[in-house]
Nanobody, 121 residues
Framework: QVQLVESGGGLVQAGGSLRLSCAAS????????MGWFRQAPGKEREFVAA????????YYADSVKGRFTISRDNAKNTVYLQMNSLKPEDTAVYYC??????????????WGQGTQVTVSS
């Protein structure tokens, strides 16, 4: 399985921006579709965004469309989540996920440890 390490979380005011990074190691990164999930206190983990192995297919949750952008750099084995116009309801632990297929499906093979994002009002 691929190992995943997230970074880039932090505290930001509403309306601000953050960029999360997820560095992968252990397997051929370009063979994996990648995704981002988040989990707020007291809530279930929810899908945020996903990207296929070449970046040609991208999916977003309705709650983040137009504000978040997922991208990947296969040369750097890294996937990113650019988050703009952040809202307090975006506060959560954000997790990187690797799907062992080239196009995203519900099968997640690996999870990162998570990075906290806190948006103050």
């Amino acid at each position: 399985q691929v190992q995943l390490v997230e970074s880039g979380g932090g505290l930001v005011q509403a309306g601000g921006s953050l960029r999360l990074s997820c560095a992968a190691s252990g397997r051929t990164f370009s063979n994996y579709a990648m995704g981002w999930f988040r989990q707020a206190p007291g809530k279930e983990r929810e899908f945020v965004a996903a990207i296929s192995w070449t970046g040609g297919s991208i999916y977003y949750a309705d709650s983040v469309k137009g504000r978040f952008t997922i991208s990947r750099d296969n040369a750097k084995n890294t996937v990113y989540l650019q988050m703009n116009s952040l809202k307090p309801e975006d506060t959560a632990v954000y997790y990187c996920a690797a799907c062992p297929q080239r196009y995203w499906s519900s099968t997640v093979g690996s999870w990162g440890q998570g990075t906290q994002v806190t948006v103050s009002s």
